[in-house]
């Protein structure tokens, strides 16, 4: 859980959030409650104040393992951090990660890895992957494409990475869902993403079926639980 959380930020040696992982540069979370079977840990962004930051521990010292129970003390994280900042907001996520290869990958000629040179297949379905100046193409590698008629209609790329691992993003045309294409074009990003010697993730929000469903057909396992507070436009970019 760890390599998720570095994937997502920058993160110093006292577990000190410093800043997004994120083309974007926007402002990191407040902070990270993170769970799993064996084992609670948190981080706190670098600037909240001490007094706020003990409170905050001192609770989470108290949540039990794993990450099937709702958190006890969820209410007085929100409270408290109505009072730090002026635009708050809250969300669980599950956390996926797929430890070995998947060998279960068919052979198919319409799952293609998008490049400068073929982006254009993205232009009908997913236009906004060729805007950003660019920065798409450059920096959300690799990036993955079911092709049906020459356009793309399900793609995955990293829209995150870190030394360890990549954090996947899934995205399928309306007219194409329940195909099974992000599957496959999950399966193709991950399988790349081995052979660079780092470790794939998927992390979602715990209501969201389309991809908890792509992650279990994938043979990625659930390792744990994040509950993250920020503003609401940090949030909004967290999943994307």
């Given amino acids: 859980m760890h390599v998720h959380c570095e994937n997502e930020y920058e993160i110093n040696g006292r577990g000190k959030i410093l800043s997004t992982n994120h083309r974007s540069k926007g402002a990191p979370a407040s902070f990270l409650f993170v769970r ?13 104040p001490s007094q706020i930051a003990k409170l905050l521990a001192d609770k989470f010292r108290l949540e039990p393992l794993g990450f099937t129970e709702p958190l006890v003390f969820a209410d007085f994280y ?50 906004e992957m060729l805007g950003y100046e660019g920065r798409v193409l450059r920096l959300d590698v690799p990036i993955f494409a079911k092709l049906v008629r020459g356009d793309a209609v399900s793609v995955c790329n990293s829209a995150r990475a870190s ?16 195909m099974g294409y992000g599957r496959e074009v999950t399966n193709f990003w991950a399988r790349y993403v081995h052979n660079t010697k780092k470790l794939p993730f998927l992390n979602t929000t715990t209501n969201n079926r389309a991809a908890i469903k792509i992650a279990q057909s994938c ?17 909004a970019s967290s999943l994307s």
């Fill in 36 to 48: 799993t079977r064996t084992s609670n840990r948190w981080y706190l962004r670098h600037d909240i």
């Fill in 78 to 127: 929100n409270k408290t951090f109505d009072e730090v900042l002026s635009e708050r907001e809250s969300f669980d996520s599950w956390v996926f990660c797929q430890k070995k290869p998947n060998s279960n990958i068919a052979r198919t000629d319409d799952v293609v890895q998008v490049v400068e040179a073929n982006a254009i297949v993205l232009r009908r379905y997913f236009p």
């Fill in 163 to 178: 030394k360890r691992g990549m954090e996947c993003y899934i995205s399928t045309a309306m007219s194409h869902r329940g």
């Fill in 219 to 235: 043979a990625f396992e659930k390792i744990g639980s994040v509950f993250r507070m920020a503003s609401a436009s940090i949030l």
